[in-house]
């Protein structure tokens, strides 16, 4: 199959969540996969998911807070540090 007639079965919820970031309440829109793996991040580094999500604020550069967790979750997962694991 070509290229460009490949396509992407596994449908993906985008959902809103509500998380505390420095004593103030955000929301965001994220995909399950990443905020499943972003939550065991902050538990695989015994953190708090407001904690850990805190920190890939404080870092971002640009963009919005999805795109930096996604782009934080990638950069782990690649690292190794991310074991498999199943939905939660």
């Known amino acids: 199959m070509p290229p460009s ?6 449908q993906s919820q985008i959902k809103k969540r509500s998380i505390v970031l420095d004593g103030h309440r955000t929301s965001l829109s994220i995909e399950d996969e990443f905020w499943n793996a972003v939550r065991r ?4 580094n015994s953190e708090s998911l ?19 967790i996604r782009l934080e ?16």
């Open 5 to 10: 007639s490949r396509r992407i079965t596994t």
């Open 41 to 44: 991040l902050a538990r695989l």
């Open 50 to 68: 407001s904690s850990y999500v805190s920190q890939i604020d404080s870092q971002r550069e640009t963009g919005n807070l999805s795109s930096a």
């Open 73 to 88: 979750v990638l950069k782990e997962a690649r690292a190794g540090r991310l074991p498999a694991f199943s939905d939660e």
